[in-house]
């Protein structure tokens, strides 16, 4: 520390004036590119996120009702006899639902979609329900097209 003490006091007033204005920027850039510029995109990409999920939670509060009143209104159950797998995929090409996976077991059926809209998805399943086929176990989550959904898994039976 003192060799750079000596050093600098041997420059001239000029070089010295120049050494603490360069000390300065070189302080105030780590400053700004170190900690100021980091924290603030951090800020903004979370901001991001938060209204994003806001978004999301609006649109499937206001959407759950719906599923709701669906469930409910299927009070009228039939009883299935057919082909399950048959009735799974006439009734899904009706309402533009892509089926990626489809595994029969027993008297069950396990179904897989990779994106559909959330709306056709619920007006398919009360189609399903009014048939006379059982909901027994659905996995839903979202997808990242807004209003998509996935069905991770949907298990079907017959009433």
Known sequence: MDKLKSTFLQLSNREQRLVIISAVLVLVAIFYWGIWSPLSTSLERNQTAV??????????????????????SGGNKASFSGSLPQAVNQSANSMK??????????????VWIDQAPFNNVLSWLQSLEKTGVSILD????ESDLPGQVKIRRLKLGKS
């Open 51 to 72: 209204n994003n999920q806001t978004e999301l939670l609006e649109w499937v509060q206001k959407n759950a009702n719906r599923a709701v009143q669906l469930r409910k």
């Open 138 to 141: 659905i996995d839903i989550a």
């Open 97 to 110: 639902i892509t089926i990626s996976r489809m595994q029969p077991q027993d008297d069950e059926l396990q």
